[in-house]
């Protein structure tokens, strides 16, 4: 519980301080985003735990004490303002002044660009589950689907996971028939392939082994960072369903967030994902069914409900799975 307890804290202030400005029915709306956004981002602690699995202790602490603040105001709150400016060719402050001031006026511009929202991040989802599965792991979660024939011939092929995502965007762009959804999606798989290509340069022959993996560092940080964008887009424009007020939306995501960081050190530390093998497919399962939910948003609205328990149930899955082949393994 100890990696919990400033995550309980927080939740404690948070929560206090919309009690006290809003009333108790600000305060259980606060508490009600917080489970929300745990439940959307369960995934996003699993993938975010392998990948600062392979950081030093420095970015370790650099994750925590600058993802944090990033994580809670840049993507739950700033993020969307930059989004609503950009789209809607007003300054910031203006954005800002909006959001503050005529929150119906704000969430009117969110939902104007939700499409594009909603296809960059299910593109950049969708290239983070791909290539996971087109990696020719040796251990496998469900045959049927990854040891097949056609996946196992797409892991052997170079840049599979690209060619998927572009072929499958060429029939959601023609679908949507937007050209901002096109730049979208096509911008997110650049993004995608940017982070990977960063990371092979900052994290090649260098003059000292600690300099290689810091510079490895900055860049897995920046892909936890964009990764955490990418999940936190359904979870910012859901909260709208539930409030209309910018400041309980940011206190509830963000507490969330708070939660999400706990657990992601938690498995580091604790080697939760080598002890149950299964863990991180049931991760990148929950990704897939998110950036598919993404794309169905875009000609039919899914519940949030829907999302967080069908990416919770993916994962509890994996993990039942791999405690009974654990305890089977044991017996033998």
Request: aromatic share 14%; hydrophobic share 60%; charged share 15%.
């Amino acid at each position: 519980m100890k990696y919990f307890y400033s995550s309980f804290a927080i939740s404690l202030v948070g929560v206090g301080a919309v009690w006290y400005f809003a009333g108790i029915a600000g305060a259980y709306i606060c508490a009600l985003l917080a489970i929300l956004e745990i439940s959307l981002s369960f995934d996003n602690a699993v993938v975010n735990a392998k990948v600062l699995g392979g950081m030093d202790e420095v970015w370790r602490r650099r994750f925590i004490i600058w993802g944090i603040p990033i994580a809670v105001f840049g993507m739950r709150f700033a993020f969307p303002i930059i989004i609503v400016s950009v789209a809607a060719g007003i300054s910031l402050l203006e954005t800002l002044n909006i959001a503050i001031n005529d929150i119906a006026a704000y969430h009117e511009h969110l939902e104007a660009n939700k499409m594009e929202i909603y296809t960059f991040g299910g593109a950049f989802l969708l290239m983070v589950a791909l290539e996971f599965f087109f990696a020719g792991r040796s251990i496998r979660w469900i045959p049927l689907i990854e040891s097949n024939k056609v996946m196992l011939a797409l892991s052997r092929a170079k840049n599979a996971s690209v060619f998927v995502a572009i072929l499958l965007g060429v029939f959601i762009v023609y679908f949507v028939g937007q050209i901002s959804c096109a730049i979208a999606y096509f911008a997110a798989i650049l993004a995608h392939m940017s982070l990977g290509i960063l990371s092979e340069w900052l994290g090649g022959d260098e003059s000292s082994a600690n300099e290689s993996a810091a510079r490895t560092g900055l860049a897995g940080f920046l892909y936890l960072e964009t990764l955490d964008a990418s999940f936190s887009f359904d979870g910012v424009i859901g909260a709208f369903a539930m409030s209309n007020n910018v400041f309980i939306i940011m206190i509830g995501l963000g507490i969330g967030a708070f939660f999400v960081r706990a657990l992601t050190l938690y498995m580091v530390e604790k080697g939760t994902l080598s002890e149950f093998r299964f863990l991180e497919h049931g991760a990148h399962y929950a990704i897939l069914a998110l950036a598919i939910i993404m794309f169905i948003n875009l000609f039919s609205e899914v519940g949030e409900i829907i999302t967080g328990t069908l990416s919770f149930a993916l994962i509890v899955l994996a993990f039942l799975h791999s405690v009974l082949l654990n305890k089977k393994e044991k017996n033998v």
